[in-house]
């Protein structure tokens, strides 16, 4: 490994790297069963009572594939939460000092457009079941925040459409990074977040 052992570089706390992997994790399971789920509530061809075509699904699957996805994805906004007031409060350790400053910069914009983004997306999310009062979570309903507006819940899904997207975005420049850092830079940035005796 062609790391140059002649630089210190602190690592991330153990509750920060956990933080940051379970929220990866959940963010990766999050983003195809979005999709999906979607997919089949609104677009997969079905049957309705009648025998007669329809567009969309609605079955146990379905509605299990949506409580699901509104379990994980306030998970998400919490851990996010606990995450950025533990960084608020705790800071990060210093950046890799061989890193050129314009990079650092680069990446401490991405870092933060993504927890604003994980902030954002689901409190979107949670705001368009209200208005479409979909508020049914295995059973269980969610408090509203909003009166029911179906026309709004529509645009406001089209709002939490883009900002998942925007989140595949940052995330993949944020990989690729850290994909640059560890086999072509080689420095010790990946490091910070997966500790040495690790990787
Ligand atoms: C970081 C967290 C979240 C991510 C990354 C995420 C991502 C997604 C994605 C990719 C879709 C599919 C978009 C489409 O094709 O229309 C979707 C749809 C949906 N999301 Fe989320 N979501 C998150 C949190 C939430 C939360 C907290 C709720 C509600 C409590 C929620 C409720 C929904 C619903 C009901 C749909 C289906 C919309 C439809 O049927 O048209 N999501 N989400
Ligand atoms: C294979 C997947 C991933 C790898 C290898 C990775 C790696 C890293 C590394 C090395 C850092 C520290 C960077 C530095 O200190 O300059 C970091 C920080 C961070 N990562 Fe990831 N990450 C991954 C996935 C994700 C995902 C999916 C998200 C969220 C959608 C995410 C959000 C963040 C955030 C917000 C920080 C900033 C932490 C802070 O300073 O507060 N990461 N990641």
Do not use: C
């Amino acid at each position: 490994m062609a790391q140059d052992p002649k630089y210190d570089l602190p690592t991330y706390t153990p509750v920060a790297r956990g933080l940051h992997w379970w929220i990866a994790l959940l963010v990766f399971i999050q983003l195809p069963l979005g999709f999906y789920m979607a997919y089949r509530g609104n677009e997969m061809p079905g049957v309705n009572e009648k025998g007669e075509p329809v567009k969309g699904v609605w079955d146990a699957l379905t509605d299990t594939l949506y409580s699901s996805h509104k379990v994980i994805g306030l998970t998400i906004l919490l851990f996010v939460i606990l995450r950025l007031l533990y960084r608020l409060t705790r800071g990060a350790p210093r950046s890799d000092p061989t890193v050129p400053p314009a990079l650092t910069g680069i990446s401490h914009f991405v870092h933060w457009a993504l927890y604003a983004l994980l902030i954002a997306v689901p409190v979107i999310g949670y705001k368009a079941i209200s208005y479409g009062n979909y508020l049914d979570v295995f059973g269980v309903h969610l408090p509203a925040i909003s009166e029911k507006n179906e026309n709004l819940a529509k645009e406001v899904f089209e709002w939490h459409e883009t900002g998942a997207i925007l989140i595949i975005v940052f995330a993949s420049i944020h990989i690729a990074a850290a994909v640059y850092h560890r086999f072509i830079r080689r420095d010790r940035v990946v490091e910070r977040m997966i500790p040495k005796r690790v990787v």
